[in-house]
């Protein structure tokens, strides 16, 4: 494992978008829409989660459908946490994202679900599913993928792809905590 990047495998939905060259107000607006809830910290936003729970019908709960997603900067790019698997995966959603610049997403729920995206200028330049590299992808390979080991869980390398194509270094999940993390509630 490896001890920088570690942290991947606790989570077992994550969501994790870099957004270049733009700020956390356009990035908000194009990736959660109106309906997000800002929210003064990560607590706060838990704790609206938590309140969509219906105990008498758990079927329908609505906390299966809600998410926190935090956002910072850093160097340049807008970096978004979504506690949540699979939430920009809409093909609209990711060259909306990309407009005038660029974005990369890697994305990951139980069992097989994971999606790698990078899209620049509106074009989705490639998507795959890390576990099943050559089942379906969109886009050829590119260079940065082949200095990675794969053959790891799929989290550390994908998490290693988003690092060498922002040049950001090693993303830790103690952004989504800093003091100057946007937060919100999202209903998806």
Known sequence: MDGARGWADEFEWLTVGLV????PEWVAA???GPTAIEFPDRGAA????VAGVDPANLGQADQFSRTCVSMVTVSGWTVLWADWGLVWTDEQVVRNLSQGGEF??????TGSLDLLEVARD???VRSFDPWFR????????LPEESA????????????????????????????????DARVFGYTF
């Open 20 to 23: 270049r060259n733009r700020q």
């Open 30 to 32: 194009v990736a959660l």
């Open 46 to 49: 838990e704790a609206w989660i």
């Open 104 to 109: 990369l997403c890697h994305s990951w729920g």
């Open 122 to 124: 509106r074009e989705i």
């Open 134 to 141: 050559d089942d379906d992808p969109v886009g050829a390979p």
């Open 148 to 179: 990675i080991d794969w053959s790891q869980d799929t989290h550390i390398p994908g998490m290693l792809l988003l690092e060498q194509l922002s040049a950001l270094g090693p993303l830790d999940v103690s952004l989504r905590d800093r003091p």
